[in-house]
């Protein structure tokens, strides 16, 4: 009987589609086990061979744990919205919503071809009205709801109105301490003031608590794409997407305010099983740290700079002061002899974004013209802008140190400031007088202090003038929560004499209007304010980023067809937190992020009864790929051998790794490849160049270049996993994928390794069948011990590489089962049956398949986990080696139990023993038990 993959696989998939067999109930006696995988984004390009490396992983980890006997759910859905698709929609005119759908259903076709064992009745899409109208319920409960600090916990937005009928907000500052409302000229406001406010007043100031709030913003505004753009989305001040043009503009932004869960976001890393590289990335994106902020008088000025500073011991090697260019005091402060040159360099920063400020190692800036006063010696300090420092992180103004900091020290030289050559210069606390216009007495009151102590002596003379005061900060801001794009979900939000007015709950959803054109609106506005019918409601126009629906999804799982609400209680209870999550790094600092925030949110609301989304994460590595280059030649169409390019000034270009074998390029394939291409020429590896011999000359060659670089569709190097199950079957390529390496490492993808993987299932089906004769060889016979050793052995370490994800060894460690059991001639069914199913979750196919022709009923996903049994791993006898006057020579299986005279007695009949004795005997033998023998001649 032959291993026919191709008909197997289909035969399987089908039946468990039809069988139901991967249903899941949330009403079981078993235990639940919850595995899930950060969805993916449904892109036109579909899958590449390094996409499923994680999905893999958690479907093996998924059919181990259910035949251990859980309930598992192991869902999948699509993150359907987002700027991809809509950029699509312009560039080929489609309709985000049909090509997300084309896509979605390119996505199952190949996800279905490699045998996952999903839930699809589970299945979420977060561009369906029916998911996302739980995305705005979710979206109106922040807007409701404020951050009450005296209880570390979020609450009704309706409990801090009525807080501040009765006190004001005495006990509850403003989130931005230093907002001001209008009304007041203070961030301070009495119950009677409260209640005098007109209503506009009031909701301005409510606005600046809700958790979901509207505020103006500095974005990065793409014209040509018509939206913001994140700052990792902005590359040398064009758009990483088409290379389009980026500028920064004021628009109103709706923000999260996911500072107000900073400490909480620190401690649950605590308490979940993240590595430790994933814990350091989110803990110093939030960048918690203690500090001060210190106020300095601008000379000739009424205006103040403040600074935060983690180091105010260092105040007296403060040489210069650097400001974000867009601090408002720029404009206040630039003297007119420098406002030319200011002026030019903030326009500069404007076509810069975040990432490249903050990588740049190049020195830049302006001098404002303008001087600070040092509060504790009068000194005259240089204010200067630069794009290093962004106004988002503490006051957006920095205190300049050259002597302790390398990035200050470089500005100095490179605007040629002249530097302090001491940190802790020298001032009497106690003599100083802050009234007079004239340096502090100079003392040795804090040179040679511990920091600590010098700083508790700063901050006691800066806090008693009103100077400074000490301050714990963040370096994370609020969530942009709006982009200005067409395919995201709509804001349930109506603006009323410019009052946000939240749509009532039994509205939704407020569903995304079919529109012909996706250009910005008139003031840059997303594309529904080119909608009449919108705009004529005063909805919102905006649209919410593609993490909004990601930042909650894994609870749509738990109850994914509840119209009354996101997810019930029963549900959520049962399913709790997702036990194992699986996904990339990329994503550390943003869904996981915002995920966390919301689960945190949901549970203060007691929506849910976890505050922290997932246990465990695991972060899988990428799959590279394998890419080719050809080399042409400048202003050319000649293309320049590997070898021959030293001689020419070239271009390298990647080209299709489909078109070329191992390293040598088909350049006939390669020709009709584009139409560009058509009349090209070459240069071969021997130096021939094509206009002078045919290209159809077998002998000529030419050579590629390769590096292995992210498997991208733009790179040409990707493998689409369709082929590689049509070639080799679904089995062969899941378990190849996990023996690539360890599932949490990068590595490269090399097709040539797959057959090892394809001759190992097809050793494993001879022991059960000859496909020579077409006849079965499996049998009822005993189990031998020595078999039954292989086959716990082979249980222990399947169960303890599964376990700890170690499935590279464990794909290797089931090759040395089969290899020993073909050594052992071992056909029995006692051992085919249990070793079946340690391999179902790696291969089911195969596995699904043997299991019934043993003559098993129903899935093999049912049966019972093999059991482990010690003692046949015991060991009754070891292999010592046996040295002949101290050199090895040979090895001798040797029993346990045996005494010295034994061992002598079976040394001296070996033959290689004599062979090297030539008939003499031996002075002595030394036996050292359990590690080895020599043979004294």
């Known amino acids: 009987m032959e291993y026919n993959f191709g008909q197997i696989e289909q035969k399987w998939q089908e039946q468990w589609k039809e069988q139901q067999v991967y249903k899941v109930s949330n009403d079981s006696s078993k235990p639940k086990y919850y595995v899930l995988d950060m969805f993916p984004y449904p892109s036109g390009a579909g899958l590449h061979v390094g996409h499923p490396l994680g999905y893999i992983a958690s479907d093996i980890f998924a059919r181990f744990k259910r035949l251990k006997g859980y309930n598992v759910l192991h869902p999948m859905g699509y993150d359907a919205f987002g700027l991809p698709a809509e950029q699509y929609a312009i560039e080929h005119g489609v309709h985000p919503a049909i090509s997300t759908r084309q896509n979605i259903g390119n996505f199952r076709s190949q996800l279905d071809k490699i045998g996952f064992c999903f839930d699809w009745d589970r299945e979420v899409k977060t561009a369906d009205a029916s ?515 030293a001689g020419y000034d070239v271009q390298p270009l990647h080209v299709d790794v489909n078109l070329v074998n191992g390293l040598e390029l088909d350049v006939e394939a390669f020709k009709k490849w584009r139409p560009e291409y058509a009349d090209a020429e070459f240069v071969f590896e021997d130096g021939t160049i094509s206009f002078q011999c045919s290209t159809g000359n077998q002998e000529l060659k030419y050579l590629c270049g390769s590096e292995v670089e992210k498997m991208s569709k733009s790179k040409f190097n990707t493998v689409n996993p369709n082929d590689l199950v049509i070639k080799y079957g679904a089995d062969t390529f899941r378990m190849y994928e996990m023996f690539l390496g360890p599932v949490e490492q990068s590595k490269p993808w090399d097709t040539k390794g797959i057959e090892g993987v394809h001759r190992f299932l097809r050793k494993l089906w001879r022991l059960f069948f000859d496909e020579a004769k077409g006849t079965a060889v499996w049998n009822n016979e005993t189990a031998t011990d020595a078999e039954l050793k292989v086959l716990h052995k082979t249980i222990k370490k399947i169960e303890e590489d599964t376990e700890r994800f170690s499935f590279n060894t464990a794909v290797s460690a089931f090759m040395v089962c089969v290899n020993e059991l073909h050594d052992l001639k071992c056909y029995k069914k006692e051992v085919l049956q249990q070793l079946l199913v340690l391999l179902a979750p790696y291969a089911p196919h195969i596995s699904e398949e043997l299991w019934h022709l043993l003559g098993n009923e129903g899935t093999i996903l049912d049966a019972a986990y093999p059991a482990l049994e010690e003692k046949y791993l015991k060991e009754s006898s070891k292999e010592y080696p046996v040295s002949i006057n101290g050199k090895m020579r040979t090895t001798i299986t040797i029993a346990l139990d045996v005494d010295q005279q034994e061992v002598e007695r079976i040394v001296l009949a070996n033959d290689v023993v004599q062979k090297w004795l030539e008939g003499k005997p031996p002075k002595r033998i030394i036996y050292v038990k359990n590690k080895m023998v020599n043979v004294v001649i």
């Open 131 to 645: 998911y996302y109208k739980w995305t705005q319920w979710i979206f109106l409960q922040l807007f409701k709801s404020f951050y009450n600090r005296q209880h570390n916990k979020a609450e009704s937005i309706d409990t801090l109105v009525e807080i501040f009928e009765s006190e004001g907000n005495k006990h509850h500052p403003f989130p931005n301490a230093n907002y001001k409302p209008a009304a007041t000229g203070s961030n301070h406001f009495t119950a009677s003031q409260w209640k005098s406010f007109d209503v506009a007043t009031q909701q301005n100031i409510l606005m600046e608590y809700r958790l979901a709030y509207c505020g103006y913003g500095e974005v990065n505004w793409c014209e040509a794409l018509g939206t913001v753009l994140a700052n990792d989305e902005v590359v040398n001040g064009v758009s990483e997407r088409g290379g389009y043009p980026v500028v920064k503009k004021k628009l109103r932004q709706w923000y999260l305010r996911i500072t107000e869960y900073a400490d909480r976001l620190l401690q649950g890393l605590d308490t979940v099983d993240f590595s430790d590289a994933m814990k350091e990335m989110q803990s110093n994106w939030i960048g918690k740290s203690f500090g001060a902020e210190i106020e300095f008088s601008v000379h000739d000025s009424e205006e103040k700079l403040v600074v935060y500073t983690t180091r105010p011991d260092t105040i007296f090697g403060v040489d210069f002061m650097v400001v974000a260019p867009e601090h408002e005091l720029i404009e206040k402060i630039t003297t007119g002899k420098h406002r030319q040159e200011v002026d030019d360099y903030i326009a500069y920063v404007k076509s810069r974004s975040e990432r490249e400020r903050m990588a740049e190692k190049t020195i830049s800036g302006a001098f404002t013209g303008a001087y600070a006063i040092n509060p504790l010696n009068y000194r005259e300090i240089p204010i200067y802008i630069s794009e290093y420092v962004l106004a988002g992180y503490g006051t957006g103004a920095i205190m300049a140190v050259p002597c302790g900091d390398e990035r200050d020290f470089r500005f100095a030289k490179h605007f040629n400031i002249n530097i302090t050559n001491i940190i802790g210069d020298k001032f009497n606390g106690e003599e100083a007088n802050p009234t007079h216009d004239a340096e502090l007495v100079d003392s040795d009151f804090v040179t040679g202090m511990l920091m600590k102590d010098a700083t508790e002596e700063i901050m006691r003379a800066l806090e008693g003038w009103g100077k400074g005061k000490r301050k714990v900060n963040y370096k994370m801001r609020d969530a942009a929560f709006s982009r200005q794009r067409y395919w995201g979900e709509p804001f349930p939000i109506k603006w009323e004499n410019g009052i946000a007015i939240p749509m009532d709950e039994s509205e939704l959803p407020l569903e995304l209007p079919f529109v012909e054109s996706y250009k910005p609106g008139p003031e840059g506005e997303g594309p529904l304010a080119n909608i009449p019918e919108w705009t004529a409601q005063n909805l919102e126009t905006n649209t919410m980023p593609g993490y909004a629906g990601s930042s909650w999804y894994f609870l749509r799982y738990m109850d994914p067809h509840n119209d009354e609400t996101f997810c019930s209680r029963d549900a959520s209870n049962y399913w709790g937190q997702v036990d194992l999550y699986i996904g990339g790094t990329e994503h550390a600092v943003g869904h996981l992020l915002y995920s966390r925030m919301w689960t945190k949110f949901l549970y203060d609301r007691d929506l849910i009864s976890h505050d922290e989304p997932y246990k465990r994460l695991v972060n899988q590595g990428m799959i590279q790929g394998s890419s080719r280059f050809v080399y042409r030649i400048k202003n050319t169409n000649q293309f320049v051998s590997h070898g021959q390019k």
